[in-house]
């Protein structure tokens, strides 16, 4: 399994969790966070493994649906880009402070 799609589905599950059912919801958790085979899933709940393969690539589509609807982990990623770039100019002895403003703004325009 490819790690920057287990990386973004475990952002994506951290962000939209509560949107999901019960059974997606630990479905996802065993398989990216858990890192269990779909055969032990399977197991664990009494189904199929292509019951199991199913379900978690339709609760892919939905974890990535509601990003595209919501942009919540993508204005985060942004936000914390920011928030480094001041954390940064800050930790300079004597910073410009007309690189502060436009650093600000941006992260006014991703709360709006």
Do not use: C, W
């Amino acid at each position: 399994m490819e790690i920057a799609k287990t990386n973004r589905m475990n952002a994506l599950f951290d962000f939209y969790a509560t949107l999901l059912t019960e059974k997606q919801m630990n479905y996802i958790e065993l398989y990216y966070a858990d890192d269990f085979s779909l055969g032990e899933i399977a197991e664990e709940y009494g189904v199929s493994r292509q019951a199991v393969y199913d379900n978690i690539k339709r609760t892919e589509k939905i974890l990535e649906d509601y990003e595209r609807k919501l942009h919540l982990y993508s204005n985060y990623v942004v936000r914390s880009e920011v928030i480094d770039q001041i954390t940064k100019i800050l930790k300079e002895d004597y910073p410009e402070e007309d690189r502060l403003p436009p650093l600000l703004d941006a992260i006014q325009e991703i709360e709006e």
